[in-house]
């Protein structure tokens, strides 16, 4: 079986092509500059935009993974990111159809709902609070029309919660709070905004390449949540940590600059990828921040 990831050499992508290599995929991992910034992922790696796949030499692809996006929340380039987040990938994933592909897993986002009432489901209505959230919003009903038009081929989008663990040091500012705050408190105190009462469903990286497998392995087309299902405080978190480096730091809240576009609280419901996929996350937010821990002290010179 092969399978083809964009994004291959982002966060998710890279444990991804490891993850589905060990277990005898055949991986094809395209993106821009890959052997410069990922030299060492298994399989076919080719070097150019996800855009430009070059799908004649590629040949026969049973899976088409696409976790390629601008995921910058505060892009105020609204072409820029309706395009490439959600009108390209669209043309994109008509050229996999095209090229006998029948299976289409694509990230969406929870942001997607904004401050809807908790927890969020997927037939809720969403209320996207930035242009990010407006173009996976998008996305998602572009890619209901296409499912229309191709109904033999599965195509299931996954509404992440916040995705956390080992491999994020390249993210900088995009990198999950969890991995933000973590890196923070081996020196100092941790900065978050006022006042670290707002909850997000963390979800560790081994939970989520579980969900896309599962995916993978769908029957039917569908939008799903994955996450934990649980809500977290930055408060929270900033203890855990505590207890992991035996340090007794204090949060120091700064006012928050994202007014009116800001998620307060993010908590999933997760009943439908329990039902369909078999989902259930593995890893509690307390197992996953003592598995991050050794990490980031580890990565400290």
């Not at 992922?41 to 430009?52: C, T």
């Not at 992440?160 to 993210?171: Q, R």
């Not at 933000?180 to 105190?189: D, F, R, S, Y």
Request: aromatic share 10%.
């Amino acid at each position: 079986m092969r399978a083809l990831l964009t994004g291959a050499t982002g966060f998710v992508g890279a444990n991804l092509a490891d993850y589905l290599n060990n277990r005898g995929w055949e991986i094809i991992c395209v993106s821009k500059d890959i052997y410069k910034r990922c030299p060492d992922l298994p399989g076919l790696k080719i070097d150019a935009p996800w855009i430009n796949t070059p799908w004649n030499e590629i040949g026969h692809v049973d899976v088409l993974i696409h976790n390629a996006a601008i995921t910058d929340t505060s892009c105020a380039d609204e072409n820029m990111i309706l395009n490439i987040n959600a009108y390209d990938a669209v043309v994109f994933f008509r050229n996999a159809l095209q090229h006998s592909c029948t299976k289409i897993i694509y990230a969406s986002s929870m942001q997607v709902y904004g401050n809807a009432p908790l927890p969020f489901k997927e037939d809720t209505h969403v209320n996207p609070l930035n242009l990010y959230a407006k173009s996976k919003k998008i996305l998602d009903d572009v890619v209901a029309e296409l499912n229309i038009q191709y109904q033999s081929a599965v195509m299931i989008g996954l509404r992440y919660g916040n995705i956390y663990g080992p491999g994020e040091n390249h993210k900088g500012k995009m990198a999950s709070m969890v991995t933000q705050i973590g890196k923070q408190m081996l020196t100092k105190a941790p900065v978050i905004y006022k006042y670290g009462e707002q909850r997000r469903d963390f979800i560790y990286i081994t939970d989520v390449l579980e969900a896309i497998y599962a995916g993978m392995n769908a029957k039917e087309s569908a939008v799903f949540n994955i996450g934990s299902g649980q809500g977290t405080s930055f408060n929270s978190i900033v203890e855990l940590f505590n207890k992991e480096f035996s340090t007794d730091r204090k949060p120091k809240y700064i006012d928050n600059p994202f007014t009116g576009e800001y998620q307060e609280d993010v908590i999933l419901d997760i009943s439908l990828a329990n039902k369909m996929l078999g989902f259930r996350p593995a890893i509690s937010i307390e197992q996953g921040i003592h598995l991050l821990s050794g990490s980031l002290r580890n990565a400290t010179p």
